[in-house]
């Protein structure tokens, strides 16, 4: 099993939102970084939400050196072949149990048999996904928070067959990319989506039900207890086509306490999915 000090080369899968943050913080940690997806256009879009980024951080003076210094280490590919050189791979794909089990059969041909592979599904199962593998014990959920460069957790998910020395590395390496982490087992949502997917829909639920404006539901909780985003709010930051695929996986595993409130459902089908495309429950520029 490699050391800390043995990581050169960081892979992630996946250039969306939290495959690039990934990618940008391990960037900044000083790693090398290959960021893959399947189409050229999503890896340029990556690309470009990197820049965007870091150039918000240099003006706020929140980066140690220079923005092209730190992009420069962060190499896009849509070939799966430049993942072998990875040391370390962080997958951030689409939350399908199928793609990512494809996706890992795929690492584990192409990466050497020392690699961690790491997965960021917030709802999946880490043991079906490694089932893809024969190295189970070297799968491991790191399951980072959006937005991955400002937000400081790592949520590190062990699968019935992670070995111990891979959950010590995975805490490891997340605190190298300026993290704190916590621990969960492999069970349905782990601890934040658990408990923050209910907390959300009842949010949404309480708005479609006239107890309050959007406004005032997120003014009761900020205020009431000290979160920095109200439930409406932070489902916009999620992405309300993530919050309606995370509550649909918990609600098939957990039952009814999980099912998802009816307006996520009618604003995915409008296309209205939060900060990402403009329009949620608020409007973007």
């Known amino acids: 099993m490699r050391e800390l000090s043995d990581i050169d080369v960081v892979g992630v899968v996946g250039a969306g939102t939290m495959g690039n943050g990934i990618a940008q913080?391990?960037?900044t940690a000083g790693y090398e970084v290959v960021m893959r997806?399947?189409?050229r256009e999503y890896v340029e879009r990556g690309l470009d939400g990197i820049d965007d980024s870091l150039a918000r951080l240099d003006r706020k003076d929140r980066l140690d050196e220079e923005p092209e210094a730190i992009?420069?280490?962060?190499?896009?590919?849509?070939?799966?072949?430049?993942l072998a050189a990875?040391?370390?791979?962080?997958?951030?794909?689409?939350?399908?149990?199928?793609?990512?089990?494809?996706?890992?059969?795929?690492?584990?041909?192409?990466?050497?048999?020392?690699?961690?592979?790491?997965?960021?599904t917030s709802t999946l199962s880490i043991t079906s996904i490694a089932?893809?593998?024969?190295?189970?014990?070297?799968?491991?959920?790191?399951?980072?928070?959006?937005?991955?460069?400002?937000m400081d957790g790592v949520e590190v998910v062990v699968g019935?067959?992670?070995?111990?020395?891979?959950?010590?590395?995975?805490?490891?390496?997340?605190?190298?990319?300026?993290?704190?982490?916590?621990?969960?087992d492999d069970k349905p949502g782990f601890v934040t989506n658990r408990i923050l997917m209910p907390w959300i829909n009842e949010g949404v639920r309480a708005y479609d039900e006239?107890?309050?404006?959007?406004?005032?539901?997120?003014?009761?909780?900020?205020?009431?207890?000290?979160?920095?985003?109200?439930?409406?709010?932070?489902?916009?930051?999620?992405?309300l086509d993530v919050v309606?695929?995370?509550?649909?996986?918990?609600?098939?595993?957990?039952?009814?306490?999980?099912?998802?409130a009816y307006l996520v459902k009618r604003k995915v089908e409008a296309g209205d999915l939060g900060k990402k495309t403009g329009k949620g429950f608020y409007e973007y520029e």
């Open 25 to 27: 913080v391990a960037a």
């Open 37 to 39: 997806d399947v189409e």
């Open 71 to 82: 992009r420069e280490r962060i190499e896009g590919t849509t070939d799966l072949d430049p």
């Open 86 to 120: 990875a040391d370390v791979v962080v997958e951030a794909a689409v939350e399908d149990l199928d793609v990512k089990k494809e996706i890992f059969a795929d690492l584990d041909r192409v990466t050497d048999d020392d690699v961690v592979l790491a997965t960021n």
């Open 131 to 150: 089932s893809a593998t024969d190295r189970a014990s070297d799968v491991v959920g790191l399951h980072f928070m959006n937005p991955v460069p400002i």
């Open 160 to 184: 019935e067959r992670t070995a111990g020395e891979v959950v010590e590395f995975a805490h490891a390496f997340a605190e190298d990319l300026g993290k704190e982490t916590w621990e969960s």
């Open 210 to 239: 006239g107890v309050a404006d959007r406004e005032d539901i997120d003014r009761g909780m900020t205020l009431g207890t000290n979160v920095p985003m109200g439930p409406l709010e932070l489902a916009d930051h999620i992405g």
């Open 244 to 260: 309606l695929d995370a509550s649909e996986t918990l609600h098939d595993e957990l039952g009814d306490r999980y099912k998802p």
